[in-house]
């Protein structure tokens, strides 16, 4: 069962953040599965390493997209990413180090709870200055 599912509530207006915001809440979803079915504590740890590799892809992409279009909340952006991947960073360096039983549930909780607000709340605020400086 999908811990999240997408809606288009949370749409900025641009294919290729949507699509990268689904993907980063797909691989959400399936650590949150694999921790559910008992997956071992080595592949929970390569979930929340591919989730963070991601973030970094995909924070770098959206940041290099605000920068084109001189979008005026950039700053604010940069530094939400940056305590977010902190953050998450943490969490890996515990599943890193023998205990990613316990940081896949705390990951999948921030990761979700953070990235829904973020979108809604950052993100959407976006979409008119990407989408006129031509990113759809």
């Known amino acids: 069962m999908a811990l999240f599912n997408w809606s288009d509530e949370y749409s900025v207006s641009v294919l290729a953040m949507d699509n990268h915001h689904k993907k980063l809440f797909d691989i959400m979803n399936q650590m949150h599965d694999a921790m559910k079915s008992g997956t071992d504590e080595d592949v929970l740890a390569k979930f929340i ?45 515990e599943a890193d180090g023998g205990m990613a039983i316990f940081a896949v549930p705390k990951v999948s909780r921030l990761g979700i ?23 759809r």
């Open 49 to 93: 390493t591919e989730l963070v590799d991601y973030t970094k892809y995909h924070f770098g992409e959206e940041e290099r997209m605000l920068e084109q279009v001189h979008y005026s909340g950039i700053d604010s952006q940069k530094r939400a990413h940056v305590a977010f991947v902190d953050k998450i960073t943490e969490y890996k360096n």
């Open 113 to 135: 709870d953070w990235l829904k607000e973020h979108i809604i709340s950052m993100d959407t605020k976006y979409s008119d200055e990407a989408n006129a400086g031509g990113f």
